[in-house]
């Protein structure tokens, strides 16, 4: 059974089409990003798979059960961590959790004993009894992903979750992800930071205007723009005349200054390192770094997205 099956699912607004016709499936244990442009439909989506919004066309099942007709047992098998916090500011921490253990219908002795194991992951335990309305964004969004968890579910749904937060809890919000993936949590994650969706997601589905782009593992959509492979050099003297030399290297294609240094594209990166190695020995020049860079998830998503695009353009009467 798939963890999350999605089929021709549609979402208008008026005339106005979010989400047009997006099928996919994600499998029991995947860690799977759902990525896409700003207005590209990605809240709208969640929102109908988790039951807050209703799709005009198509079916989201959820470990096998209908959202949208059996929301009921759907709900039972995840939890969200919404854009816009679903938590109460004039609760303290732990209210907040009393009160998302009993919408999940959770007895008083499991919700208590799963509030207590929640304080501790997330290092709230000494704030359990404040309000919210004093909590950091990082208090808030650790909270707020402890009452998606309340009820252990085999799914768990985030739009954005990293958003707005330092490096520090950033990183200990994804190292949670982590380890709740490896042990054995379907992870369906809305991100704009690439770079999240490259370490963390093992698949990943590209949305553009409400369409599905692409969907494959971050390894395969860096592949389709194999071009963008570079060499990245920096040496201890990077006058004009150097620059120039360097970029009329057989096989660079264009080249591009980042900081102190310089990014040569080429189809054959060895051959250029090589070609670096001997102008630099020939010039007495020292190499202060030298490394192959190949295409990011950066380069692959702006390529799907702009194709996307002019495709849809072209479609336009
Ligand atoms: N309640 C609504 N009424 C009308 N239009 C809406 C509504 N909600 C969303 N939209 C429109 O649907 C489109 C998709 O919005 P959505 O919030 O799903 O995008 P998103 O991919 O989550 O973007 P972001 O990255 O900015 O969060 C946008 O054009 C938005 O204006
Ligand atoms: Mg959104």
């Known amino acids: 059974m798939k963890a999350i099956s ?6 208008d607004y008026g005339t106005f089409r979010a989400v047009d016709h997006i099928s996919f499936d994600v499998e029991p244990g995947e860690f799977f990003g759902f990525l896409g442009p ?40 995840f939890g969200v961590v919404p854009e816009v916090s679903n938590i109460y500011e004039d609760l303290s921490a732990w209210n907040n959790l009393m009160f998302a253990g009993e919408l999940y219908g959770l007895s008083y002795t499991k919700r208590t004993a799963r509030a207590r194991e929640i304080l501790d992951i997330f290092d709230l335990a000494e704030f ?54 490896r042990e054995g949590t379907t992870i369906f994650l809305t991100t704009h930071t690439l770079e999240e969706a490259n370490t963390l997601c093992n698949r990943i589905a590209i949305i553009v205007k409400g369409r599905i782009a692409a969907v494959d593992a971050p390894e395969n959509l ?29 096989t660079v294609t264009s080249s591009r200054h980042e900081g102190n240094k310089l990014r040569l ?11 670096v190695f001997a102008y630099a020995g020939e010039h007495h020049l020292k190499i202060l ?22 495709h849809r353009t072209g479609e336009m009467p």
């Open 128 to 181: 359990r009894d404040k309000k919210v309305h004093g909590f950091s964004k990082g208090m808030r969004r650790k909270l707020t992903l402890g009452m998606a968890l309340i009820h252990e579910p085999d799914i768990l749904f985030l739009d954005e979750p990293t958003s707005g937060l330092d490096v520090e809890s950033s990183l200990l919000l994804k190292e949670i992800l982590s380890r709740m993936n």
């Open 6 to 11: 999605v089929d021709n699912l549609t979402r």
């Open 289 to 310: 770094s030298i490394n192959t860079v190949g295409p990011s998830l950066e380069d692959a998503f702006l390529s799907i997205v702009q194709k996307q695009r002019n």
């Open 222 to 250: 860096k592949k389709t723009i194999q071009t963008t492979q570079s060499v990245e050099v920096s040496l201890d003297s990077m006058t004009p005349r150097v620059t120039e030399d360097l970029a009329a290297i057989k």
């Open 38 to 77: 700003n207005g590209a439909g990605k809240t709208t989506t969640i929102r109908m798979l988790t039951g807050l919004s209703e799709p005009t066309e198509g079916t989201a099942l959820i470990m096998g059960y209908d959202i949208a007709r059996d929301t009921y047992h759907a709900k039972e098998h």
């Open 265 to 275: 594209f080429t189809p054959y990166p060895g051959d250029v390192a090589t070609a």
